[in-house]
């Protein structure tokens, strides 16, 4: 499906493009429609990929042939010069297709070097409380008591579900800085939520949660698996800022065309040096233990998905609001 979005918004530049060197085909010289045709295949590598870029490039010597070059609407060429036109048009396209796809990978390494670096302590800490949890119960198991045996159970438990919300934070950030399109499907928005619940019920244990649902909640168009992250990351949020005891409303209803999600809690809310720098990646505040990537994946995945997100003012605490086309109205 992505690669037919990709060739169909290939095909619309270039058609595009053809319509307006139609229009001012009396205004402008040959040279001038290249550079039209060009700068088309440019955002299409831009916006795209490689294989996009050169249909890009073949449709746009086609069409600058049959309907920029005498004699209009033939491919036939009497000029034989032009030819040369064509072959130079089709090889600089060629040209920016691998040139952007390179500074693409180049981008995306970068990015992957910087989160790797920046998650690497965060692996490495529960592996070894787990490594050292799992050596102790094979060294000394003849002469742990059961509880003794029990808590080094629970702590590898505890220890490999952090690692695995970790690797789905790195994995999803990865996913969307490569640019990958969601595969959206019409979702009950209560079934996601309460995924998300249950994968967090333990560590919710000491909040309360209050789940508000309108009466007809529509289903929202999204791909489940990276949706479910942007639920996760923001209760996540809420169980690190906020004490024990604080009170957790998450809510949805239908407005003005949009499902509107809000996630609010009643606790001490975000530092003001880290709300300036909400949604960006690797910004946290000075307590927390995080990498950084929870919010700046969340904002990633909602736009993604041609959505929204805010943090909305409250006199305490906070609360996102997260704004989802219904499913059958996604564009």
């Given amino acids: 499906m992505r690669r037919v979005g990709t060739l169909a918004f290939a095909l619309i530049a270039v058609a595009v493009t053809t319509f307006v060197a139609v229009l001012l085909r009396g205004l402008l010289g040959l040279e001038e429609i290249v550079m039209l045709y060009l700068l088309a295949i440019m955002v299409v590598a831009l916006r795209t990929d490689r294989v996009a870029a050169l249909a890009a490039s073949l449709l746009s010597v086609a069409s600058f042939d049959f309907f920029a070059v005498p004699p209009y609407l033939t491919f036939a060429v009497k000029d034989v010069r032009h030819l040369l036109t064509f072959l130079v048009m089709f090889l600089v396209g060629l040209v920016i297709a691998n040139l952007t796809a390179q500074v693409r990978r180049a981008k995306l390494e970068e990015i992957r070097s910087s989160i790797l670096s920046a998650v690497s302590h965060d692996f490495r800490t529960p592996l070894a409380t787990i490594t050292g949890a799992a050596t102790t119960l094979r060294q000394g198991a003849s002469s742990l008591g059961e509880p003794e045996r029990a808590d080094m159970i629970q702590t590898i438990c505890e220890e490999a579900e952090r690692l695995e919300r970790l690797l789905a934070k790195v994995l999803a950030m990865t996913r969307l800085e490569a640019g990958v399109q969601p595969e959206t499907q019409a979702v009950p928005l209560e079934e996601l939520l309460g995924a998300a619940l249950t994968r967090l019920e333990q560590r919710l244990t000491q909040h309360e949660v209050e789940l508000q649902l309108g009466e007809e909640v529509p289903f929202v168009a999204c791909d489940p698996v990276l949706f479910e992250q942007v639920f996760l990351n923001l209760l996540e949020n809420v169980v690190r800022h ?71 003012n409250s006199q305490r605490g906070t609360r996102f609001i997260i704004h989802m086309r219904p499913a059958g109205e996604h564009k």
């Fill in 242 to 312: 906020t004490p024990a005891g604080t009170h957790v409303i998450v809510s949805a209803h239908e407005e003005g065309g949009w499902v509107v999600i809000e996630i609010a809690d009643d606790g001490p809310g975000l530092p003001e040096e880290v709300k300036a720098r909400l949604f960006q990646k690797f910004v946290r505040s000075a307590s927390s233990s995080g990498v950084g990537l929870g919010l700046a994946i969340v904002r990633g995945i909602v736009e993604a998905h041609h959505g929204r997100i805010a943090l909305a």
